[in-house]
Structures are given as structure tokens and as C-alpha cells.
């Protein structure tokens, strides 16, 4: 398994390689290593933004957020919401009072990185459970697609905004029938003192 993996990886740099090359007559070898670095790094942190606001949001660190988002971050949640405030306002208040529990899993995540600019396109499976009524609790299944922008500042990648695309995919969203409530609140008793990265 090891060896396997190890041969995926080394053709996928060899393709990276390859394409630069291609891309960058002239160049030496060790600067075609060097930019190809680069930009995984790039992605990798990208793809680091994306899970610190899963986790701050999923742990109700909302200060966190303020490290995850630019400060003048806007159309976080759509035009409704069109500051960083706005959103922490928003999150604060629905996600506690309404539900018992929640997690994002952020999938197949496409970034193109620009320098220090990026747009990200995530697709996300967000199962929440309401609070019980009656003894009995309902779970709903969101799919969703975030579609990010993203800016490089003072060498940290965090979210600038939502990407105003026309014409994006539609989410699924389904139901589960009631099911007894079970365990209830957020997965620490004090989400201030959480970190973003368990």
C-alpha cells in the first residue's frame, strides 16, 4: 500500500514537473521545483481555511471566524448577511437555539490559485439535528456547495467572501423520519475555549 501510494505521488509531481516545463521554457529545474511547491502549499493551506471554518463553526468558536475570514469579508451568506458581523450574528443565534447538533464535511474541494488571490468550490455534507419536540428529534441532510474566494494576507490564506457565480449547482436537501433525542449540545462545554483544529 505504501509503495503504491508512493508511485501515485511521485507521477503526480512528475505531471506537476512535466507541465511546468512545458509552461516555463527556460527555467531551471530548481525554479520549476520550486513554483510547483508553491502552489501545493498554496492549495494545502486553502484547503486548512476551508477546515478551520468547518471547525469553528461546528465547535461555536465564533471568534475563531475572525481568522478564517478577511475583516472586511462580505456576502458571506448572501446578500442578507454581507459582513463578517452579520454572519457571527447570524450563526450565534440560529445554530445553538435551533439545533442539537451539526457537522460540516467539506469534499472534493476545487481550488485555482491566482498569486495571492483563489477561488475555492467545495461541495459539503451538513447533517443537522433539530431540537427535540416531544421526545422525538429530526435530522436533516443539507448538501450544499460553497463556492469561496479567497486573498493571501501578511502570508496567512483566509476567506475574502462568496464568489458571485451565475447559474451555480442546486444543493439536495432530505429529511430523516423523528427518532428519540439522544445526546443533546455543543461537542465541548465551553466552545469559547476550543480551538479550530481539535
Known amino acids: 500500500m505504501i509503495e503504491i501510494a508512493g508511485a501515485t505521488a511521485a507521477a503526480t509531481l512528475l505531471s506537476i514537473f512535466d507541465d511546468r516545463l512545458a509552461r516555463t ?10 513554483m510547483s511547491l508553491r502552489e501545493m502549499s498554496d492549495r494545502l493551506e486553502i484547503q486548512q481555511n476551508l477546515w478551520d471554518y468547518c471547525n469553528a463553526v461546528d465547535l461555536q468558536n465564533w471568534d475563531a471566524l475572525d481568522e478564517v475570514f478577511t475583516p472586511d469579508a462580505s456576502n458571506i451568506y ?9 454572519a457571527k450574528a447570524f450563526l450565534k443565534a440560529s445554530l445553538p437555539t435551533n439545533f442539537s447538533g451539526y ?5 472534493n474541494m476545487w481550488i485555482a490559485v491566482d498569486g495571492d488571490r483563489a477561488e475555492s468550490y467545495t461541495r459539503c455534507l451538513n447533517p443537522m439535528t433539530r431540537l ?5 428529534v429530526q435530522t436533516d441532510f443539507h448538501l450544499i456547495w460553497y463556492h469561496w474566494t479567497h486573498v493571501r494576507i501578511d502570508g496567512k490564506w483566509r476567506i475574502s467572501g462568496r464568489a458571485q ?3 451555480g449547482p442546486k444543493g439536495i436537501h432530505w429529511s430523516a423520519p423523528p ?8 461537542p465541548y462545554a465551553n466552545p469559547a475555549a476550543a480551538s479550530t483544529r481539535p
Open 165 to 167: 457565480a451565475q447559474n
Open 103 to 107: 457537522y460540516h464535511m467539506m469534499q
Open 179 to 186: 427518532a428519540p433525542a439522544g445526546r443533546h449540545g455543543p
Open 25 to 34: 521554457a527556460g527555467a531551471s529545474a530548481e525554479a520549476i521545483v520550486r
Open 132 to 136: 427535540p419536540k416531544d421526545g422525538q
Open 78 to 86: 448572501g446578500p442578507s448577511m454581507p459582513t463578517l458581523a452579520d
